[in-house]
């Protein structure tokens, strides 16, 4: 008798074949048949997937989900989109290796840039498994609904190797602590190393990976390459010839070590739009020299959601604003923006950037949409942008962001949607390249602001029926045959006997990011927005039912595994 028996279903195994009726059975965590009639064969539990597709589990390479999974073991909502994988320490950031004296610095760091409450931090992440990146896999393993991948975080290993002084070039004696760390961490499991170019401390002074030269990732790259393992890293996306320089650079090291390299995120927008040709040449360019560099492309454009009670990253490169914005009470944020001298000088600084044509549109006040308020007097905004709504009342729209939040108490709430990519069929054209890795979701990252989460079913609305790039089986096969492949996951990816039985039933015709909202589900106060999914039926992972459309998050489902495989 089997476990479960998934019959009558279109099978798209994620190999970029063409789909077939059949049946999947699974036994003791793991497919045992595929393909093959099942009519007569007896399980625990049977599903019906008539109508439906069966796929492998969805892979998400680029999430934050680290400090989620310390109290989610469901990764919400992930799951219900299909992700049965996820990579966490990207952007050099991981729970471990962290020393006890660190860990409020970390944190801060940690939350400043991945824009978490500290509430939910501080509630979420109690660091039982001491300081090793080894005691947190064991920590975690048993608690897991998810599979997870985790990199170790290049900032963190400077961080435990150098203290405090992990803002300066490291002495011989540090860069070999740093290599024989990375490999303790390797050896447990880790699936490679994350890096950045750009991130900011609390301090607004680059990140610890930012202090290091070259020769220092060489070294650490010389490591990955005793395990094969990924080197990731987040590149200046908003500087076209950087991100070549950074292809390039990617290509040299892949070559030398022998390693896959990733980038992320590469967007079609107003910066990088004409350049992105350029981006995928030097791409091509590097594997045609025997490299393996891996842009990641989001599938969606971004959402980005935020009221004045709450630091937003958008906010950093405004004069005036991020001191106003990192204020530690409410009660200081009222008073700031109820102060005529300085929200006449927030409105300036605002002004000044939006000005600017080759500015970030993220900087345009007059393209915010009220999406939330919280006095009935108000509700006739909600929708409509800030400029629309400020011309009706004779103000401006820096102005009125401002006087309505203040009217609120700072719970009015704000969108600015299609930030990232915009061109639907130059990024289908992107996505379907053959060298780009369909990643950079940042889920679990930006709580309060970034509706991170539907890549997955974005894809398929949009670049398999609205805007078709790419066929049914070739979408399935890019997040979940090709990721699985490039970061080195050989157990999952494919619907194949012997494999680990990690399994999504969705609706070709359906499937798609749902509609957005607010949650409180965060331990701590605050809520964050999210996008909830439509069209995905069940979500088996290593054989055990984690989730269905009919039940929702499955208690007691705790069949994730942590590391490499």
């Given at each position: 008798m089997l476990d479960l028996i998934i019959r009558n279903g279109l099978i798209v195994d994620g190999t970029g074949l063409p789909g077939y009726r059949g049946d999947v059975g699974i036994s003791n965590g793991r497919l045992v048949s595929v393909g093959r009639s099942l009519a007569h064969a007896n399980a625990a539990r049977i599903v019906d997937a008539a109508g439906k597709v069966v796929s492998p589990g969805f892979i998400d390479p680029h999430?934050?989900?680290?400090?989620?999974?310390?109290?989610?073991?469901?990764?919400y909502p992930a799951m219900e989109h299909g992700v049965t994988s996820i990579v966490t320490g990207n952007c050099s950031l991981s729970l471990?290796?962290?020393?006890?004296?660190?860990?409020?610095?970390?944190?801060?760091?940690?939350?400043?840039?991945?824009?978490?409450?500290?509430?939910?931090?501080?509630?979420?992440?109690?660091?039982?498994?001491?300081?090793?990146?080894?005691?947190?896999?064991?920590?975690?393993?048993?608690?897991?609904?998810?599979?997870?991948?985790?990199?170790?975080?290049?900032?963190?290993?400077?961080?435990?190797?150098?203290?405090?002084?992990?803002?300066?070039?490291?002495?011989?004696?540090?860069?070999?602590?740093?290599?024989?760390?990375?490999?303790?961490?390797?050896?447990?499991?880790?699936?490679?190393?994350?890096?950045?170019?750009?991130?900011?401390?609390?301090s607004l002074s680059p990140v610890p990976s930012r202090w290091a030269r070259h020769s220092e990732l060489e070294a650490l790259c010389s490591v990955l390459g005793e395990y094969g393992r990924m080197l990731q890293i987040v590149h200046e996306f908003f500087d076209a010839g950087l991100t070549v320089s950074r292809v390039e650079m990617l290509g040299d090291l892949s070559r030398r070590y022998n390693i896959p390299t990733t980038l992320s995120p590469l967007f079609h927008n107003d910066a990088m739009g004409s350049a992105v040709a350029q981006v995928l040449e030097a791409v091509e360019r590097e594997w045609a020299s025997g490299a393996r560099v891996w842009p990641q492309v989001q599938t969606r454009p971004i959402d980005i959601s935020w009221n004045l009670d709450q630091r937003s990253l958008m906010f950093l490169i405004i004069p005036g604003w991020w001191p106003v914005l990192s204020m530690s009470t409410h009660e200081e944020k009222m008073a700031a923006f109820s102060d005529p001298a300085t929200r006449d000088s927030l409105v300036s600084g605002l002004n000044m950037l939006a000005s600017i044509p080759s500015a970030n549109l993220t900087l345009n006040?007059?393209?915010?949409?009220?999406?939330?308020?919280?006095?009935?007097?108000?509700?006739?905004?909600?929708?409509?942008?800030?400029?629309?709504?400020?011309?009706?009342?004779?103000?401006?729209?820096?102005?009125?962001?401002?006087?309505?939040?203040?009217?609120?108490?700072?719970?009015?709430?704000?969108?600015?949607?299609?930030?990232g990519h915009k061109n639907p069929q130059a990024v289908g054209e992107m996505l379907a390249h053959p060298y780009v890795h369909v990643g950079a979701s940042d889920g679990g990252a930006h709580v309060g602001s970034f509706a991170t989460y539907g890549d997955t079913g974005f894809l398929f609305s949009q670049f398999v029926r609205n805007h078709p790039a790419m066929r049914l089986?070739?979408?399935?096969?890019?997040?979940?045959?090709?990721?699985?492949?490039?970061?080195?996951?050989?157990?999952?990816?494919?619907?194949?006997?012997?494999?680990?039985?990690?399994?999504?039933?969705?609706?070709?015709?359906?499937?798609?990011?749902?509609?957005?909202?607010?949650?409180?589900?965060?331990?701590?106060?605050?809520?964050?927005?999210?996008?909830?999914?439509?069209?995905?039926?069940n979500v088996i992972v290593n054989g055990v039912e984690s989730w269905s459309a009919d039940q929702g998050y499955i208690a007691g489902a705790r069949a994730g595994a942590i590391g490499i495989n």
């Open positions: 999430t934050h989900y680290d400090a989620q999974i310390c109290f989610d073991p469901y990764v471990a290796p962290v020393r006890a004296p660190q860990r409020e610095a970390f944190s801060e760091m940690f939350r400043l840039i991945e824009e978490m409450p500290k509430a939910a931090f501080d509630s979420g992440v109690d660091w039982r498994w001491g300081e090793s990146f080894t005691g947190m896999v064991d920590s975690l393993s048993s608690n897991l609904a998810v599979n997870v991948a985790p990199l170790v975080g290049h900032s963190v290993l400077r961080m435990y190797v150098m203290g405090d002084n992990a803002k300066r070039e490291a002495t011989a004696d540090e860069l070999k602590q740093m290599c024989d760390v990375l490999r303790e961490c390797l050896e447990a499991g880790a699936t490679g190393l994350s890096t950045s170019y750009v991130d900011m401390d609390t006040p007059a393209q915010y949409v009220i999406r939330q308020v919280g006095l009935d007097r108000n509700q006739h905004m909600v929708g409509r942008t800030l400029g629309d709504v400020a011309a009706e009342v004779g103000t401006t729209p820096a102005e009125l962001l401002i006087d309505l939040s203040v009217q609120e108490d700072l719970g009015t709430w704000f969108i600015r949607s299609d930030i089986e070739e979408a399935v096969k890019k997040i979940t045959s090709d990721t699985a492949s490039i970061w080195g996951l050989t157990d999952r990816g494919v619907l194949q006997e012997g494999k680990a039985a990690d399994v999504v039933v969705f609706d070709a015709d359906t499937i798609d990011r749902g509609p957005e909202e607010a949650s409180n589900d965060f331990p701590g106060d605050g809520i964050r927005w999210i996008r909830r999914q439509v069209g995905v039926q």
